[in-house]
């Protein structure tokens, strides 16, 4: 189940501040999911520095290697904090992460940060078909390069939480 096409109406001390339609496809409990956020602020103080916690628009683990897909409108609304993040997960984790530029579904480029391209990709313009295949060709690769001995091994200790 998705919620497609939902008009979201909000409104403060009464009066109506916004009117819209949005589609949340992974989302079954938009009330839920709304009231389910974390305040992220209240762990900043747990770090050095201007140091933060923060969100990721998505992530998918294969093979023991993990893919981190952050979407934003344009080049601008990134900041130097989430590029040195890349970098070093790429460089030290293992992990692969997507800046995806663009309205949303509609990207119009990206850039990659991975174990084998640490310094990225730079601005590539892309179609969703060929960010498509920038997504797949990571996926082959894991599949190539597999990091888990034992495919079961994991799955056993999740028996215990869940």
Same mark, same amino acid.
């Given at each position: 189940? %998705?919620?497609?096409?939902?008009?979201?109406?909000?409104?403060?001390?009464? #009066?109506?501040?916004?009117?819209?339609?949005?589609?949340?496809?992974?989302? /079954? $409990?938009?009330?839920?999911? =709304? !009231?389910?956020?974390?305040?992220?602020?209240?762990? !900043?103080?747990?770090?050095?520095?201007? @140091?933060?916690?923060?969100?990721?628009?998505? @992530?998918?683990?294969? $093979?023991?290697?993990? =893919?981190?897909? +952050?979407?934003?409108? %344009?080049?601008?609304?990134?900041?130097?904090?989430?590029?040195?993040?890349?970098? /070093?997960?790429?460089?030290? @984790? $293992?992990?692969?992460?997507?800046?995806?530029?663009? +309205?949303? $579904?509609?990207?119009?480029?990206?850039?990659?940060? %991975?174990?084998? =391209?640490?310094?990225?990709?730079?601005?590539?313009?892309?179609? #969703? &078909? &060929?960010?498509?295949?920038?997504? #797949?060709?990571?996926?082959?690769?894991?599949?190539?390069?597999?990091?888990?001995? !034992?495919?079961? +091994?994991?799955?056993?200790?999740?028996?215990?939480?869940?």
């Amino acid at each position: 189940m %998705s919620l497609e096409n939902v008009v979201v109406t909000v409104e403060k001390d009464g #009066k109506q501040k916004e009117k819209f339609i949005a589609n949340y496809p992974n989302i /079954r $409990n938009l009330r839920g999911y =709304l !009231n389910g956020f974390w305040d992220f602020d209240k762990f !900043n103080h747990l770090f050095p520095g201007r @140091s933060k916690v923060a969100d990721v628009d998505g @992530s998918i683990e294969l $093979n023991g290697h993990t =893919l981190h897909i +952050e979407f934003k409108a %344009s080049k601008f609304a990134m900041n130097k904090g989430q590029v040195l993040k890349a970098i /070093r997960q790429a460089k030290y @984790s $293992n992990i692969t992460t997507l800046f995806v530029f663009g +309205e949303a $579904n509609k990207p119009v480029e990206y850039i990659r940060f %991975s174990p084998d =391209l640490v310094e990225g990709t730079g601005y590539v313009k892309c179609t #969703k &078909e &060929e960010l498509d295949a920038v997504i #797949k060709e990571w996926v082959e690769y894991t599949k190539k390069f597999v990091l888990v001995a !034992n495919r079961t +091994e994991e799955w056993d200790i999740t028996k215990k939480y869940c």
